[in-house]
């Protein structure tokens, strides 16, 4: 069972570049989101999905942009990139919001340096 | 704002020695997650706590919930190097999509 996938697991970019992080999940879970995590900074939250067709902002949503693909898959879009965005990006999923505890699921990460 | 602190940020210990490892706050949570993620990967769930006073254990590891639902506190008993990694807290808010996650405590057990 593959659980949250993540593609790529390592990423260069250019200041000013774009790239989209993939992400997939396979648990049938309606929920998915987008962190990021920084030294001292803890996880931060990007964007979420709390259902397919649904997109909400998190936290740090500046200079990002998301796409809930369908109920597996969730995109993250980094159009003119930073060297401030270089972080590991993780990606998780989460079952119904309507049974608790609500537990979220993440993905092995990718690793993006901008220079 | 929900936040959670825990404490302490950084530990360093000999293999064999116990620990705890708190992670406080003045919310109520209706649940409180632990995470260990190791280097390079992304977090794994370790356990959910879910009732005022809930204590769970798993092998080595003791894990246990406030009675009032604002705080937990993980407690290994004869640390390992396999044990080493950053300890997450995670808090579930009443009918909340987003977790409230505390900064992580991290561990590094010395053979």
């Known amino acids: 069972n593959a659980g949250v996938t993540q593609t790529p697991k390592f990423q260069v970019l250019k200041t000013g570049q774009s790239m989209t992080l993939q992400c997939a999940q396979d648990m049938n879970h309606n929920s998915m989101y987008w962190y990021r995590q920084d030294p001292g900074m803890g996880l931060r939250l990007i964007y979420y999905s709390a259902s397919e067709g649904t997109t909400d902002k998190g936290e740090v949503p500046n200079g990002y942009n998301v796409s809930r693909l369908n109920k597996r898959e969730f995109s993250l879009r980094l159009e003119s990139a930073a060297p401030s965005q270089t972080s590991v990006y993780f990606c998780?999923?989460?079952?119904?919001?309507?049974?608790?505890?609500?537990?979220?699921?993440f993905g092995p990460g990718t690793r993006l340096t901008v220079t | 704002t929900q936040l959670l602190e825990q404490s302490p940020q950084f530990l360093s210990i000999q293999e064999g020695e116990n620990l705890t490892v708190y992670c406080n706050s003045s919310s109520v949570f209706s649940s409180l997650q632990w995470y260990r993620q190791e280097p390079g990967e992304g977090p794994v769930l370790l356990v959910t706590?879910?009732?005022?006073?809930e204590v769970k254990k798993l092998k080595r590891l003791t894990f246990q919930f406030g009675d009032a639902r604002k705080d937990s506190s993980l407690h290994i008993t004869a640390a390992q190097p396999g044990d080493t990694g950053l300890y997450l807290c995670a808090g579930e808010g009443a009918g909340s999509y987003q977790l409230t996650f505390g900064k992580g405590t991290k561990l590094s057990v010395i053979p």
């Open positions: 998780a999923s989460s079952g119904d919001r309507d049974r608790s505890p609500y537990e979220q699921y």
């Open positions: 706590v879910v009732t005022g006073g």
